[in-house]
């Protein structure tokens, strides 16, 4: 791991500053301002439960590589619970809003709404939300509600059910997924779809797609990206987003697409609104990068701190944790990694090296 902030031979947290606390021994919450060099501020925090996923998806944890003798990781490794609410609650006293639930497939991991009631229990976190691939939520969804979650995104790239099949790696029939959202909207949950465009694969059947869902959830078609090093990324199976509108629309010409102002600064859908008042969310990480104002965060299942999606490296916050560090030291070392932030990598990729060897695997840090 990545131990910039320490000397050879010392723990990472050894000589970082230390903050007041206030006089129960906690860490007193200032004023969060926190910012990196690119003046982004910390906002959201994308945390990882589990490695582990029930599906095989080629863009993300193809079953060449993922196989069934795959060594995914033991309990004993992943942050506990515990572990989790201490690192969300330094994270919200750094200004952090919005919390993520990520895999994976978060739903896997034992004991999940309990993880939920903590985290939307901390002052200060206005968003709680989970990305999951659905499959699990007939079960789930009435005590992730009850826990507090706010809303769920699912994923689905087809409905066709041999391309979905196909895509998934496990021949899953759409329908299954289909069930965990209709589970989700029963429940009272918020429900967003997530579907990944990849060229010659599922790109005529987005109209299909979005016709079905649009009246359920906001629909979010993504542009298929070089995340981790196993996916077989290039830039030919890259549908643009301004193609994905156009597919959408009756005419085939996006036409009837207004753009819709962004709920919020940082927001990495780009929102359009037909003409019968749907929206659509178009995420173009290849064609029209966001990275300008990117304040995501990314805390891996075992309790590393990545600062984008395509990190090569990140740093470790389980040890510090495990081994007596207090919450003023660990923030301390937040604070550096965060104020030292450089990361746009989408919008340095075309002169870079695509498909460059080393990036953290999106199963270890979500989407």
Same mark, same amino acid.
């Given at each position: 791991m990545d131990n910039t902030f320490n000397e050879p031979g010392q723990p990472l947290w050894a000589g970082m500053r230390r903050h007041p606390l206030k006089s129960n021994g906690a860490a007193r919450i200032v004023d969060p301002m926190l910012r990196d060099q690119l003046a982004r501020p910390l906002r959201d925090l994308r945390i990882s439960v589990t490695d582990r996923c029930n599906l095989r998806c080629t863009y993300?944890?193809?079953?060449?590589?993922?196989?069934?003798?795959y060594a995914f990781l033991p309990r004993s490794e992943?942050?506990?619970? !515990? !572990? /989790?609410?201490?690192?969300?609650? *330094?994270?919200?006293?750094?200004? +952090?809003?919005?919390?993520? /639930?990520?895999?994976?497939?978060?739903t896997l991991r034992r004991g999940l709404p309990a993880l939920i009631a903590r985290l939307t229990r901390?002052?200060? +976190?206005?968003?709680?939300?989970?990305?999951?691939? @659905?499959?699990?939520?007939?079960?789930?969804? @009435?005590?992730?509600?009850? #826990?507090?979650?706010h809303?769920?995104?699912?994923?689905?790239?087809?409905?066709?059910?041999?391309?979905?099949?196909?895509?998934?790696?496990? @021949?899953?029939?759409?329908?299954?997924?289909?069930?965990?959202?209709?589970?989700?909207?029963h429940a009272g949950l918020g429900v967003k779809v997530n579907t990944v465009v990849q060229r010659g694969v599922n790109e005529d059947g987005l109209r299909e797609l979005w016709?079905?869902?649009?009246?359920?959830? *906001? +629909?979010?078609?993504? !542009?298929?990206?070089?995340v981790g090093n196993h996916n077989g990324w290039n830039l030919d199976s890259v549908v643009p987003s301004r193609e994905v509108l156009a597919r959408l629309s009756e005419g085939g010409d996006g036409a009837e697409f207004q753009p819709a102002n962004a709920n919020y600064r940082g927001e990495v859908a780009a929102r359009h609104v037909g003409a019968q008042g749907h929206e659509v969310g178009l995420i173009s990480s290849v064609s029209a990068p966001f990275?300008?104002?990117c304040s995501r965060a990314r805390l891996s299942a075992v309790g590393v701190l990545y600062t984008c999606l395509f #990190?090569?490296?990140?740093?470790?916050?389980?040890?510090?944790?495990?081994?007596?560090?207090?919450? #003023?030291?660990?923030?301390? *070392? /937040?604070?550096?990694?965060?104020?030292?932030?450089?990361?746009?990598?989408?919008?340095?990729? @075309?002169?870079?090296?695509?498909?460059?060897?080393?990036? *953290?695997?999106?199963?270890? /840090?979500?989407?």
């Open positions: 993300c944890m193809p079953a060449d590589v993922f196989g069934p003798d992943l942050l506990s619970f !515990e !572990e /989790i609410e201490r690192l969300a609650r *330094v994270f919200v006293e750094l200004g +952090v809003r919005k919390l993520r /639930i990520t895999g994976g497939e978060p901390l002052e200060g +976190v206005e968003d709680v939300a989970l990305t999951t691939n @659905g499959l699990l939520l007939p079960r789930l969804a @009435g005590e992730l509600k009850a #826990a507090g979650l809303r769920v995104t699912v994923s689905i790239d087809s409905l066709d059910p041999e391309i979905f099949g196909r895509m998934n790696g496990l @021949g899953t029939h759409p329908q299954r997924v289909l069930d965990g959202i209709e589970a989700a909207l016709l079905a869902l649009r009246d359920k959830a *906001v +629909v979010r078609f993504i !542009e298929f990206m070089d990275c300008g104002d #990190a090569g490296h990140g740093t470790d916050l389980r040890a510090p944790l495990r081994t007596g560090a207090s919450d #003023a030291e660990v923030r301390a *070392v /937040i604070e550096g990694v965060w104020a030292s932030r450089r990361d746009r990598y989408s919008e340095e990729r @075309g002169e870079a090296t695509p498909g460059r060897a080393g990036k *953290v695997e999106m199963s270890h /840090i979500g989407g």
